[in-house]
C-alpha cells in the first residue's frame, strides 16, 4: 500500500484471544496498513510455535484487508526500521499492564526514535482476559468460548491437553 502509517501490533499471541483481535481490528481502522507482529518474548515458555502462532491469528481475520500477520525473532525496534513502520499499538487493560508496557515502550524509543508506542483501552469485556488464563481454562476443561474465536478453538484445547 502506498502512503499513509505503517502500524506494528506485537505480542506472544499464545494464543491469540478476542482482546488482541479487538486492539488489531481497531488498529486496521486507524491504520493505512497493521502488521500483526509474533515476537518472541524471553520471559514466556509458549505453548505453540510462532508459525502456529502466526496461522491461528490469521484463520481469525479473513477480512482485514490492510492488515497482514508476520513472525520476527530480533528486536521489534530493528523490524520497525526494516518495515519503515512508526507505530506500535498495543491494548492497555488494567493498571497492572502499565509498567510493563510503559517499560517496552520508553526502551523501544531509545532504540528507534522515529517509533511512537500508542495504547488503546481494552474493551471492558477483555479487561481481565490473558492468554495465559485461557490456556488454564482449557488445560481444565472449561469453556474457552467467550475467549477465543471457534476457527481456533479445538487447535488450542488439543494441544493444551494434549
Ligand atoms: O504479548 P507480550 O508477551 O506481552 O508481548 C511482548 C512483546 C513480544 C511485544 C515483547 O516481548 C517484544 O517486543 N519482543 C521482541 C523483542 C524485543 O524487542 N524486546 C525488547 C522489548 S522493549
Known sequence: MNGGIIAICPGSFDPVTYGHLDII???SKMFSQVIVLVAGNISKNCSF????????IKKCIPD?????VEHYDGLLADY????GATAIVKG?????????EFQMALTNKKLNPNVETLFLTTA???M???SSMVKQ?????GDISSFVPEVIRQDIIDRIQK
Not at 492497555?92 to 510493563?100: G, I, P, Q, T, V
Request: charge should be negative; hydrophobic fraction near 40%; charged fraction near 30%.
Open 124 to 126: 471492558a469485556q477483555n
Open 25 to 27: 481490528t481497531r488498529a
Open 128 to 130: 481481565y482476559l490473558s
Open 64 to 68: 482485514l484487508e490492510n492488515v497482514t
Open 49 to 56: 510455535t510462532p508459525e502456529e502462532r502466526v496461522e491461528m
Open 80 to 83: 520497525c526500521a526494516e518495515r
Open 137 to 141: 481454562i482449557a488445560l481444565m476443561g
Open 92 to 100: 492497555l487493560r488494567a493498571m497492572s499492564d502499565f509498567e510493563y
